[in-house]
Structure formats: structure tokens, C-alpha cells
């Protein structure tokens, strides 16, 4: 079944590319608009061969990193004691709702003017697309921990340590783990959205160079590069999950 569904994965990209390349080839579009895959292939070996592609794909992969790394820690830790604590709900969810009814595209310009257009405003806004996913989701895995189990604990004298570390954090962890699947996509929309607006490296700021001197193939290179950081780290979360989940699949045999 796996292998079926490989091949088909494979076989939908090799149609695409095809499709892809025809329509360069025979549409009327001139090459600084849609240039071929040939023509792309040709440009990401050219970033690759004068090392221009893996310094800013290496910059925008730290500002994703730390970005997603600050942003679900601080997004873990408030979500925890937002879920223990209707009272801390209560006044911090106007807050919380409001900061996702304004779109980051916009208020990114004034966060890179108030910090500048250096890393930390990069990591600033990662941190803040990141941070209300993972929010949401640790306090739904908190809160989904059955009553009835931390009376069960209680009632066997447990510590408050071992609450945490043997009850909420298990049956929260599949939920927090999902949330965390998000948020290292998003990470990856953050770091770009801020290099766009203002950078002198990463990737944002290839397209914006590439752009500018209707390189489009230059352009497709950084999108693709992209593209391969975010499927690394949605891999490497999956990963995680089956490595941190794997009682589940035994329990559910």
C-alpha cells in the first residue's frame, strides 16, 4: 500500500513538471515570466556552485529554528497554565483573539521598524505565527486529560510533579503534537514574511533579488528551497511523534 501510494506521489510530481515544461516550451509566456524547470535546474545548480543558495537558505533555517523554538516554549508554558486556570483565560483571550484578527503581512513592517531589520525581528514575528497554534492546542491536550484520572492520582497521594510529567503531559502530548505540526509550516511562512519586508540575507531576500532583475528562475529556486525546509521539519515532527507516540499504537493493537 505504501509503495502504491509512493508511486503515485511520484508520478503526480513527474505530470506536474511535464505539464509544467510544456506550457513553458509552447505557451506564449516569455522565459523571465515562467521560465522552464530545465532553465530553474540550470539557475539552483548556479546558487549551489557560488554558495549563495546554502548561506541564505542557512540564515532563514536559524531564524526558523529559533523562532519556532521560542515560540512554542513560551506558547507550551502560558498554554499550560491557561488551561489550569479559567480565571488567566478569561483575561488574557482578548488579547490572544485580537492578535490573530490582524494579519502578520501587515504588521510585520512596523516589527521591523521598532527591531530593526536584523535577525531578531525575523524571529520575533516566527515566533509569533508559531505561538497561537501550539497556544490552542496545548490547552485542548491539557484539558482533554479525563477527570476521573486525576482523581485516580490524587487519590494515590501523587505529587504534583508526577501529575504533570506522568498524566498531562502523555495524554496531552498527542494534541500538542498535532498543534506543533502547524507551527513548524507556519515557522517558515514567519521567517519569509519578515525578509520580504526588510533583510540583507535568506531566502526572502533571494526573491526579492531575483525579482527585482526579473531572474525568476532565481525565485523559483528560493521557493522550492522553501518548500523542501518546511517538509523537512513537518517530517521531522512527525518523526518525534512516533518516536514520543509510539505507546499509542501498541495500546490501540
Not at 516566527?126 to 487519590?155: K, Y
Request: aromatic share 10%; proline share 4%; hydrophobic share 55%.
Amino acid at each position: 500500500m505504501k509503495n502504491k501510494t509512493s508511486l503515485l506521489g511520484l508520478s503526480s510530481i513527474l505530470l506536474g513538471l511535464l505539464a509544467w515544461d510544456l506550457l513553458a516550451r509552447f505557451g506564449s509566456l516569455p522565459a523571465f515570466i515562467l521560465p522552464s524547470p530545465v532553465d530553474v535546474w540550470v539557475r539552483f545548480l548556479k546558487a549551489v556552485t557560488d554558495g549563495s543558495l546554502f548561506f541564505h537558505a542557512g540564515v532563514t533555517l536559524l531564524e526558523i529554528v529559533m523562532g519556532l523554538g521560542v515560540g512554542t516554549l513560551l506558547a507550551t508554558v502560558l498554554g499550560y497554565l491557561v488551561a489550569r486556570s479559567r480565571t488567566l483565560e478569561r483575561a488574557l483571550s482578548p488579547y490572544l483573539v485580537a492578535s490573530q484578527a490582524v494579519p502578520l503581512v501587515a504588521i510585520a513592517p512596523l516589527l521591523v521598524i521598532w527591531f530593526g531589520p536584523g535577525m531578531f525581528s525575523k524571529v520575533f514575528i516566527c515566533s509569533l505565527i508559531v505561538f497561537f497554534p501550539v497556544l490552542v492546542n496545548t490547552i485542548v491536550g491539557v484539558r482533554a486529560v479525563p477527570a476521573a484520572l486525576h482523581d485516580l492520582m490524587r487519590s494515590y497521594h501523587a505529587a504534583r510533579r508526577d501529575i504533570l510529567f506522568k498524566l498531562e503531559v502523555p495524554s496531552a502530548l498527542p494534541i500538542f503534537l498535532g498543534g506543533l505540526r502547524i507551527g513548524a509550516t507556519l515557522s517558515v511562512i514567519g521567517a519569509v514574511v519578515g525578509e520580504l519586508v526588510g533583510a540583507d540575507s535568506g531566502l526572502g531576500f533571494l526573491i526579492n533579488v531575483g525579482r527585482g532583475q526579473y531572474d525568476t528562475a532565481l525565485v523559483f529556486v528560493a521557493l522550492f528551497t522553501l518548500m523542501a525546509l518546511a517538509l523537512s521539519l513537518y517530517g521531522l515532527v512527525i518523526l518525534v511523534e512516533r518516536r514520543f507516540l509510539a505507546w499509542q499504537e501498541s495500546v490501540e493493537r
